[in-house]
């Protein structure tokens, strides 16, 4: 019988990933892990806390790399600034992973995104879990819970919230973010609800915990 166990849980915006992963946490009495693996991070790095976030589970662009390396160079005043060294996304990645897989490793936990079913997946008692819903569904959503009242700025948010996860898991795992075999678990919330969905985890979760 396992005595801990990881859920992992991989989402599309919209699609209530936050809120489900809360409440599978509060049903199983573990840990919800999602800003707190940010402030990990930033103390590791040394980094200011709202830089991490920004850049959580995705790539940075070449004209966000060119910044970061022009930040180091002399200015035209002849002043040599103290050295920042510029944080690559590899770097960041890497970081991530560790720090994922100590609080995996310690704790009985629920981990919202940042390829964990990937960084995880020698882990025992793993369930992995992919939530995804129609564009119609997201929409709404996605305007409800972020009070957008224009449904083409929600769009393009939604496109590019799927544009750089889909990256960011290729880049970090060479996988595709929607392909099934990632996951023990694929479910559809605007189709079976956040109640359900949550179920459907917990049912899976126990299983896992009993196994001997």
């Not at 992992?8 to 919209?14: A, E, M, P, Y």
């Not at 976030?53 to 005043?77: A, I, K």
């Not at 995104?113 to 997201?138: I, K, Q, Y």
Request: aromatic share 8%.
């Amino acid at each position: 019988m396992s005595s801990t166990i990881t859920i992992t849980i991989s989402r599309q915006l919209g699609c209530g990933g936050a809120y489900i992963g809360q409440e599978v946490a509060k049903r199983l009495g573990c840990r919800y892990m999602d800003r707190e693996i940010v402030r990990h991070v930033a103390n590791h790095l040394k980094e200011n806390e709202d830089l991490i976030l920004d850049r959580q589970e995705r790539v940075s662009t070449f004209w966000e790399n060119l910044v970061r390396s022009c930040s180091v160079c002399v200015s035209e005043t002849g002043y040599i600034p103290p050295p920042v060294r510029p944080i690559t996304d590899s770097e960041l990645f890497a970081v991530e992973a560790l720090i994922i897989r100590k609080i995996a490793e310690r704790y009985s936990s629920v981990i919202v995104g940042r390829g964990a079913f990937h960084t995880l997946s020698d882990l025992p008692g793993l369930v992995n879990v992919f939530l995804h819903a129609s564009p119609e569904f997201r929409l709404r959503r996605v305007m409800d819970v972020f009070h957008i009242r224009d449904s083409e700025k929600a769009k393009n948010l939604l496109e590019d919230s799927d544009r750089q996860r889909k990256k960011f898991i290729r880049t970090l795992s060479g996988r595709e973010w929607t392909d099934a075999r990632n996951y023990h678990l694929s479910i559809d919330t605007g189709i079976v609800g956040f109640g359900d969905a949550c179920d459907m985890i917990l049912c899976r979760a126990n299983t896992v915990l009993a196994a001997p």
